[in-house]
């Protein structure tokens, strides 16, 4: 996700999504807390120790009748040569400086260059991108979008079908979050006022959501561009009719102008990381939707009691709340009217009272069936979605997908389908997606003091999830999953710190979350009384600390940190976990940089997270503390396995356990992006030879001058050719070694 969401708007800012805001009540303990009990109980953790066993190979000799006692004995069998192992995986490249150039930085010996950027067409007969925000509201159904975010390639056979093999040719989906500053896909930035433009709204409304194009590895067999005109080239925006699939489907929650059956919404909004599945198809993940919806005074008084209001103010979304974006002021056609989720009629079916409820899901697309109808699967329950991460699926074991809640306090979900995975549905689409998807049970994650954790099902019936409850009365199980966040409060979930990305490790199956980052306005020194929002340092989120960033104070957990936890192979209730790696400077205090990172590793905010198939895990950065010193950046790594580390004190006094330090053998800054972006979104082709990752919002801070044409950043265009000046843009970017290599190793 983007570290800024706040859109310069004539409002007041506490009508601004603010994704720092807590909007869970709950006593529930904080992971801090948790943790901090469990240190007070155990001195460390310590590591099991495996030992081989080798068996010896011996023969017994029979005596055939008449034969001599005295017979030689044959020679026993020579044992069978140990199959060869595979080399172990290292990282490969010279790390790369931290920098503050308006440039992709990559380590010697690679190749950059630009996949496609906002306004790109993916189709013939609309104009190139002309660099003066001319192109029509109409045609961005057919362009690129803006704020490039996660992604997933999928290899695509010669017969139009997923190959999970294929490098050389494939379909990228690529999230397109929202539209950045300096909001260059409009002639001159967007237009000041209290009511918005209906031209510029409308193609920011199809400027967000998701593209799929299709991708060719060039003659040379290295770089990899977009095939314009290809059949598979899409775009599913903020506008795009969607099926509800799975329990809330049909609900009366649900219900709109739009679909008074409430089976069907319009659009994907706020799509930030990703998720795939094992039969081919793209999960995009809806996170920040407030950015779009807004609510009216008074609303409170016309809905129909308490416990609706209840669940509006705990998905962020109180009366009198203008949204960043004011979609909705700018006019009363539908495609307008619905971002305003208000009481307007007499009925949920004749107004857009249910939209807040319409979004905050996992969507399905089917890329290889370019007309299909996405479906956002209910089943795995509604909240600021970060992303959807599966397990390696297993043949005879049910698909298992984990997901983070994107904002401050809040949990970590898992789902698990009821149905077994079967390697035939690989390629049937929709269709196994909602064999898989539609059907399981939903989970919230507890972690218990001793170092130990539960997965609590959210099902209604049990639990507490009844009509009898007296915190939130659940109807039935669409209740509990369009209300997921009510339902982990009343389980007693652990509050987190804004999980964002994750990533399943291959081999261990162990799983990792970012979390980003805190600040003093959340995090309160560990002797001072929390009060309102705020939080008390503790084990999980240890540090409280000053950090400068030039003649600026930053106090809390201004650089961030990294979880792990590995899951009870026998139980899936359950659950072991501990603390990853530790975002700081390299000249911090030891207290700070618990993880010892040095120069050629050091960095802050970790946000995107992704395992390739070989092990090697790359980690990508959204930050404000450290960019008076670098730009964001992506590194690669090769992490241990959870309980590698032991007991250390944090800064501030709290005790916590850190994983392995890393050593530049363990983790290398890969690259550094242009200025003012974020680093974000990645995949790899299944021969590792290359890679994609997206820059976001490229001089976003700076105030652009767009007569004289002076931007905070000039990338992707000046990444050729420095001397090009031209506005910024949101892009993917290609890399593959200059040799034709594996890229990292």
Not at 240 to 255: H, I, N, R, V, W
Request: aromatic residues 8%; contains cysteine.
């Amino acid at each position: 996700m983007s570290k800024q969401h706040d859109i310069v708007a004539s409002q007041d800012n506490a009508n601004e999504y603010d994704e720092d805001t807590i909007v869970n009540p709950s006593a529930n303990p904080h992971f801090e807390d948790v943790l901090a009990a469990r240190l007070s109980r155990r001195v460390a953790l310590k590591g099991g120790i495996t030992t081989a066993a080798s068996a010896l190979l011996g023969g017994s000799i029979l005596s055939a009748c008449g034969s001599s006692d005295d017979s030689p004995a044959p020679a026993p069998a020579p044992a069978p040569a140990p199959a060869p192992q595979p080399a172990p995986l290292k990282i490969g490249f010279n790390a790369v400086a931290k920098n503050k150039n308006d440039l992709v930085t990559v380590a010697d010996g690679y190749n950059v260059s630009i996949l496609h950027a906002l306004g790109d067409p993916m189709h013939f007969g609309d104009e190139s991108w002309k660099d003066d925000g001319s192109e029509t509201a109409d045609s961005y159904n057919r362009r690129v979008g803006d704020g490039h975010d996660g992604m997933y390639f999928f290899g695509l056979s010669d017969a139009g079908a997923f190959d999970a093999k294929r490098s050389d040719r494939g379909l990228l989906a690529v999230n397109h979050e929202y539209v950045v500053a300096p909001y260059g896909l409009h002639p001159a930035g967007r237009a000041t006022g209290a009511a918005r433009n209906a031209t510029e709204v409308e193609k920011e409304i199809y400027a967000h959501g998701v593209s799929v194009c299709e991708v060719k590895r060039d003659a040379t067999g290295t770089g990899m561009s977009m095939v314009r005109g290809s059949k598979y080239n899409r775009r599913v925006t903020s506008a795009t009719t969607m099926d509800f699939t799975g329990p809330a489907k049909g609900s009366a929650q649900l219900q709109t102008l739009f679909s008074p059956t409430g089976v069907q919404t319009r659009g994907t909004n706020n799509n930030c990381a990703n998720g795939y599945t094992p039969w081919g198809t793209y999960l995009t993940c809806e996170e920040n939707y407030l950015n779009v919806i807004s609510r009216a005074a008074g609303d409170d008084a016309l809905r129909s009691g308490a416990k609706e209001v209840a669940s509006l103010n705990r998905y962020g979304l109180p009366q009198n709340r203008k949204s960043p974006y004011l979609w909705e002021t700018a006019g009363t056609a539908d495609l307008f009217a619905r971002w305003n989720s208000s009481v307007t009629g007499a009925a949920a079916t004749a107004d857009y009272r249910n939209t807040i409820n319409t979004f905050g899901w996992v969507v399905e697309i089917d890329p290889f069936a370019p007309d299909s109808v996405p479906a956002k699967r209910t089943a795995l329950g509604r909240f600021n979605h970060e992303g959807a991460w599966p397990a390696e699926a297993v043949a005879g074991k049910p698909i298992v997908i984990y997901m983070g809640d994107d904002s401050r306090n809040e949990y970590i979900y898992k789902f698990v389908s009821k149905a077994n995975w079967d390697a035939a549905d690989v390629g049937k689409g929709m269709a196994a997606g909602a064999k898989y998807l539609d059907e399981g049970t939903l989970y919230v994650a507890k972690f218990n003091a001793d170092g130990t954790g539960n997965w609590m099902a959210l099902t209604f019936g049990a639990n507490g999830l009844t009509a009898a409850n007296t915190t939130y009365a659940f109807a039935d199980q669409a209740d509990v999953v369009i209300n997921a966040r009510i339902a982990g409060d009343i389980l007693g979930a652990t509050k987190m710190d804004r999980p964002e990305w994750g990533a399943v490790h291959p081999t261990n199956g162990e799983v990792y979350m970012t979390l980003t980052n805190n600040n003093e306005a959340n995090r309160v020194p560990p002797t001072s009384t929390p009060t309102g929002r705020q939080a008390k340092p503790d084990a999980a989120n240890p540090r409280y600390y000053e950090d400068m960033k030039g003649t600026a104070s930053q106090k809390g957990n201004p650089n961030g940190h990294i979880i792990r936890w590995k899951e009870d192979a026998a139980d899936v209730t359950k659950l072991t976990w501990d603390v990853y790696l530790f975002g700081a400077q390299a000249d911090a205090a030891a207290d700070v940089n618990l993880s010892g990172l040095a120069d050629s590793n050091d960095f802050s905010s970790p946000d995107g997270l992704y395992f390739d198939k070989r092990g090697m895990l790359w980690i990508q950065t959204d930050d404000g503390a450290y960019t008076d010193i670098t730009n964001c950046m992506m590194l690669a790594a090769l992490p241990g396995k959870v309980g590698d580390g032991g007991v250390a004190n944090a800064a501030g006094g709290t005790q916590t356990i850190a994983g392995a330090k890393a050593t530049s053998d363990t983790l290398r800054r890969f690259l550094v992006g242009p200025k003012e972006c974020e680093i974000t979104g990645i995949a790899m082709t299944p021969d590792y030879k290359t890679l994609f990752f997206n820059v976001q919002h490229p001089g976003e801070e700076s105030t652009p001058d767009w007569n004289a044409k002076t931007f905070g950043s000039y990338w992707p265009a000046n990444q050729a050719d420095p001397t090009v000046k031209k506005r910024p843009r949101s892009a993917t970017v290609v890399i593959t070694r200059k040799d034709g290599g594996e890229i990292g190793i």
